[in-house]
């Protein structure tokens, strides 16, 4: 989220404004809370979930084909059966 300067919020959830504001730098991460609380209806496309959930999720499924890409190597396939460790939701 650090790369996100302008990132643009429509809808925030609970979950996520304590991590937003960690990584940004104050005045942006201020801006972004300022402009949710100030528009009464935010200028997006009818968005109905929070916006950092998505970039989160769309990440997730990059890196997730990303690793799925090197299983056919023994050398993967074995630390995943061996040494990996998921979360519950990731796995």
Same mark, same amino acid.
């Given at each position: *989220?650090r /790369?996100?300067?302008?990132l643009v919020?429509c809808? %925030? #959830?609970n979950?996520?404004?304590c991590?937003?504001?960690a990584?940004q ?6 801006? *972004?809370? /300022? ?7 935010? %200028? #997006?496309?009818g968005a109905t979930?929070c916006?950092?959930?998505n970039k989160?999720v ?6 997730? /084909? ?16 061996t ?7 990731r796995?």
């Open positions: *989220m /790369r996100h300067r302008q919020l809808r %925030l #959830c979950f996520n404004p991590g937003l504001a990584v730098d104050a005045p942006a991460a201020a801006r *972004m809370f /300022r402009r949710l609380i100030d528009e009464a209806v935010p %200028l #997006c496309d979930v916006a950092v959930c989160v769309a990440e997730e499924d990059l890196r997730i /084909r990303e690793l799925a890409g090197y299983m056919p190597r023994s050398d993967v396939s074995h630390w995943i059966r040494d990996a460790t998921l979360c519950i939701p796995a």
